[in-house]
């Protein structure tokens, strides 16, 4: 029975099919060859563009932030962390 990696060599990435040829090399086994049909799908983005204008994002980061414990904004009060005031104006 083969590997996991000889199993599903068509749907890994080129890169991590380049490291394990290198690994394989250094152990002394024959590499394996490139898939005949490379089914390979690169993961979605893990970060989704947002409009920091739109109502949810402002209120997720408000409730995520923190609120002005004391006093109109911009007093000594203030508790909106410095990577948020893009957002809050």
């Known amino acids: 029975m083969g590997s996991?990696?000889?199993a599903n060599w068509d749907r890994l990435s080129p890169i991590y099919r380049e490291a394990h040829n290198?690994?394989?090399a250094?152990?002394?086994q024959a590499p394996i060859?490139?898939?005949?049909?490379?089914?390979?799908?690169?993961?979605?983005?893990?970060?989704?563009?947002?409009?920091?204008n739109d109502r949810e994002a402002i209120a997720a980061a408000r409730q995520f932030g923190?609120?002005?414990?004391?006093g109109p904004r911009?007093?000594?009060?203030?508790?909106?962390?410095?990577?948020?005031?893009?957002v809050f104006g």
């Open 22 to 24: 290198r690994l394989r």
């Open 26 to 28: 250094a152990r002394g």
């Open 66 to 70: 923190g609120t002005p414990i004391m």
């Open 74 to 86: 911009g007093s000594e009060g203030e508790v909106i962390p410095e990577r948020f005031r893009k």
């Open 4 to 6: 996991y990696e000889e």
């Open 33 to 52: 060859p490139p898939p005949e049909v490379d089914r390979y799908v690169p993961p979605p983005p893990a970060i989704r563009p947002f409009d920091p």
